[in-house]
């Protein structure tokens, strides 16, 4: 069983609102602003490719928490670092990098818990505010808006695999927090980050905003590898923005933005008369 059929087993008991986006969200200042919320907990062994620094492991463990924040629109204000040690000597570097990708994202580093641990593992819990006029949700996406995607979807899994020139991609996501503020600013009415692949991320966005998406082939910005256009669509590992704009209100970005589609009445996701399959990256628990 993967992570989404586990949390849909518990949707009913926590509420099908407040599983529905990868931030918890709270009214602040009588409803004018939104305090986002959103945690995440990484393993060694399944989360951490082999080669990478300690360093590394921490600015990823803070860069995947304030991705999530970044997909509201949200600004980061502090992050809660938890860490589960099998060895004493690599909580600093670990912790070396946190702060850096938190003072990179103009947050910071706000406390946290140390423990002992057979596998290294570390939970972040990262906070953020935003207006409420720009809060971004996955549910907004309205047939006619322009599909839009940040970055080259597809570089994290071709370091993974081994494709020079990828490894920093992989090891070092750079969470597109400013961008994703420009991207809210602008009036995006859907917006999500694309770490468990593109396609699946597109499936997760037509189920909550109830619509469909039709892709333009030939306007995917891939990558140039081999098989560059299944590396596009299901790598995972990414943390780029998927978003939705009306086609009036669509600018240029300060970070690479493609339009790779149209939001259509219906369901699913097309490329050409061809479904695109439901996968992506996924959890499984036995």
């Known amino acids: 069983m993967d992570d989404r059929q586990l949390l849909e087993s518990i949707r009913d008991l926590i509420g099908r609102t407040e599983t529905s986006d990868d931030c918890a969200a709270f009214p602040l200042d009588n409803g004018k602003k939104i305090l986002v919320s959103t945690t995440d907990m990484l393993h060694e062994t399944t989360d951490f490719p082999k080669g990478m620094t300690e360093w590394q492991m921490g600015w990823m463990s803070v860069a995947v928490s304030l991705s999530d924040v970044a997909s509201c629109g949200a600004q980061p204000t502090q992050i809660l670092v938890a860490a589960g040690l099998d060895r004493a000597?690599?909580?600093k570097p670990i912790m070396e990098g946190a702060v850096a990708c938190a003072k990179a994202c103009d947050a910071k580093i706000a406390g946290g818990d140390i423990d002992s641990h057979t596998e290294l593992t570390i939970v972040t819990t990262a906070f953020g505010v935003v207006d409420k006029?720009?809060?971004?949700t996955r549910s907004g996406a309205q047939p006619g808006d322009l599909v839009c995607v940040t970055g080259r979807p597809g570089a994290a899994q071709a370091g993974l695999d081994g494709y020079s020139g990828y490894w920093e991609n992989l090891v070092m996501p750079k969470p597109q927090v400013f961008t994703g503020q420009r991207i809210a600013h602008s009036g995006a009415t859907a917006m999500m980050d694309v770490s468990d692949g593109l396609a699946i991320s597109l499936y997760d966005m037509s189920e909550a905003s109830g619509v469909g998406f039709d892709l333009r082939e030939n306007h995917l910005p891939l990558l140039p590898i081999a098989d560059a256009k299944r590396?596009?669509?299901y790598g995972g590992g990414d943390y780029g923005l998927l978003f939705t704009i009306p086609q009036e209100k669509f600018v240029k970005m300060d970070v690479p933005v493609s339009v790779i589609?149209?939001?259509?009445e219906g369901?699913?996701?097309?490329?050409?008369d061809e479904q695109v399959e439901k996968r992506g990256y996924a959890h499984h628990i036995d």
Do not use: A, Q, T
């Open 89 to 91: 000597e690599r909580l």
């Open 133 to 136: 006029e720009y809060y971004c």
């Open 231 to 233: 590396y596009f669509l």
């Open 261 to 264: 589609g149209e939001v259509v």
């Open 267 to 272: 369901d699913g996701v097309r490329m050409g």
